[in-house]
T-cell receptor, first 113, second 114 residues
Framework: DTGVSQDPRHKITKRGQNVTFRCDPI?????LYWYRQTLGQGPEFLTY????????KSRLLSDRFSAERPKGSFSTLEIQRTEQGDSAMYLC???????????FGQGTRLTVV | AQSVTQLDSQVPVFEEAPVELRCNYS??????LFWYVQYPNQGLQLLLK??????LVESINGFEAEFNKSQTSFHLRKPSVHISDTAEYFC????????????FGRGTSLIVHP
């Protein structure tokens, strides 16, 4: 068990470009979450998967955002046509049951210039 | 829907002094409660959790929190802080019977001065 890993750790992109982040959860965990965190704020829920099914999406997840979890393993979060307001830390977490604590990755820090 | 309030955005304290970080929650159903710690440019690490049983829970590094249902609180305490405790602390709640998605507070920055 190597914990939750996220790639890349940092991403700088120009406004209007598309970006994709990857998350590898703890292998036996069936639940996977994406959160966004801005400076001085707590993590804000974006979406979650149970196995390969995306079961809930936040209103924060505009139509420029899409997430997938093929085969219930790793997950990707894509942001199309990035805007400066998308600059944030994107956190992935996984958990193995309900109720259970979520284990977080180190995050991907996105800077849109 | 559940929510979490962390009233103190910053708590400055001197080394070896006691500290309390406050957390209040709102939920119409029973809850599960968590405290996480975040160091700069890192993800969140679980500090302690209340799922059931004893309302007083402890971490391995000297923190404790008590679930108080009547006050809807889960305050975090440590009797003597160290410089290394300087970090952001987040309280989180999961409401039972729903999606079991953790909801986080805005966080409290604990600043320990020598």
């Amino acid at each position: 068990d190597t914990g939750v890993s996220q790639d890349p750790r940092h991403k700088i992109t120009k406004r209007g470009q598309n970006v994709t982040f990857r998350c590898d959860p703890i292998s036996e965990h069936n639940r996977l979450y994406w959160y966004r965190q801005t400076l001085g704020q707590g993590p804000e829920f974006l979406t979650y998967f149970q196995n390969e099914a995306q079961l809930e999406k936040s209103r924060l997840l505009s139509d420029r955002f899409s997430a997938e979890r093929p085969k219930g393993s790793f997950s990707t979060l894509e942001i199309q046509r990035t805007e400066q307001g998308d600059s944030a830390m994107y956190l992935c977490a996984s958990s193995g049951g309900t109720p259970a604590e979520a284990f977080f990755g180190q995050g991907t820090r996105l800077t849109v210039v | 829907a559940q929510s979490v309030t962390q009233l103190d955005s910053q708590v400055p304290v001197f080394e070896e002094a006691p500290v309390e970080l406050r957390c209040n929650y709102s939920s119409s159903v029973s809850v599960y409660l968590f405290w996480y710690v975040q160091y700069p440019n890192q993800g969140l690490q679980l500090l302690l959790k209340y799922l059931s049983g004893s309302t007083l829970v402890e971490s391995i590094n000297g923190f404790e929190a008590e679930f108080n249902k009547s006050q809807t609180s889960f305050h975090l305490r440590k009797p003597s802080v160290h410089i290394s405790d300087t970090a952001e602390y987040f309280c989180a709640v999961i409401a039972s019977g729903g999606s079991y998605i953790p909801t986080f507070g805005r966080g409290t920055s604990l600043i320990v001065h020598p």
